[in-house]
């Protein structure tokens, strides 16, 4: 069975799995991990060149870019002039004028200040930007920043690097119902059951990093989530057996022995 | 101040001494950086690349010099 592409900003993805590139223990590891996740999209971001290590090389120039597309993040920033600061200067490198965009409101949960990432959204979207917008699940932010003109929302399924995994499926579905862009699950899957049952939500893709970086054997567990976000998606698409209170069962009752 | 025919300036937080007169493509090439592997901030302005050849160099200028990275260990240089 043939599932319709992830389409974000007119841009079609194979994968519903969009991968970060932190925290891993070295770039072979990262680049073995992205290829095992069998993600197209990866995220990236902004921050000061080493001024006592310029001449190392990166690894980015390992990975193909035809294959993968890089999507600079605003991680990091604590209020919408940061967030608007540090996606100008990643559109400045010349890839894209895509942004995931990010603005913390709380150092210890890192949860987002959704005023300021409406407010930056609107900065963006106003520039030009194709906007992927990190939030909590709170369907009226959702609302806000699609109307803002969000290229995608992106609600987490528990805190940043957590691993607590989808704590609210009942919002998500409720904001996968009501916006018309698409709805990425950013943050907090901890291992391939959480990506599934996420993605049995209806949502179109999730956003991860920590789960494949951190995991003992990070290229195993990017193969996991690329299969789990297969199944779910495909369980999804299947569309489940209703939940039943009591037994029904499964083998004829007729022509039993007397 | 410096010596008379330096410009002391702010590159990522730290105070540097250049040349007098110098531009910010001679800068980045005295930091050892390919213009097209960072993107460069001066005075919170982002400066395009074909300005840096003709942008000078002046005391009190801040730099920021940033490029692409996956998180704390790693180091992508994608700039073009």
Redesign the interface.
Known sequence: MQDIPLTIAGREFGSRLIV????????AE?VSAIEASGAEMVT????????D?????????HLD?EKIF?L?NTAGCYTAEDAV?YA???R????NDWVKLEVIGDERTLLPDVFATVDAARTLVAEGFHVLAYTNEDVVTALRLEDAGCAAVMPLASPIGSGLGLVNPYFIREIKTRLTCPVIVDAGVGTASDACITMEQGVDGILMNTAI?QASNPVRMARAMRLAVEAGRLAWLAGRMPRREVAVPSSPTTGMLS | MGSPGTALVT????PREFGEGITVADMLAE???RPG???V?HN?R?L??ASLASTEVRTGDIF?????????????????
């Open positions: 970060g590139t932190g925290k891993y223990r070295d770039n990262m990236v971001a902004v921050r000061r060149v080493d001024l290590r310029s001449k190392d090389e990166g690894i980015l120039h870019h890089l600079p600061r100008r200067l990643g400045a490198a010349g890839l970086a | 590159v990522n937080g730290q930091l050892g950086l592997m960072v993107v901030e919170r982002i395009e690349r920021e010099l940033v490029h692409f990275v996956g998180g704390g260990l790693i180091e992508c240089r994608t700039f073009r």
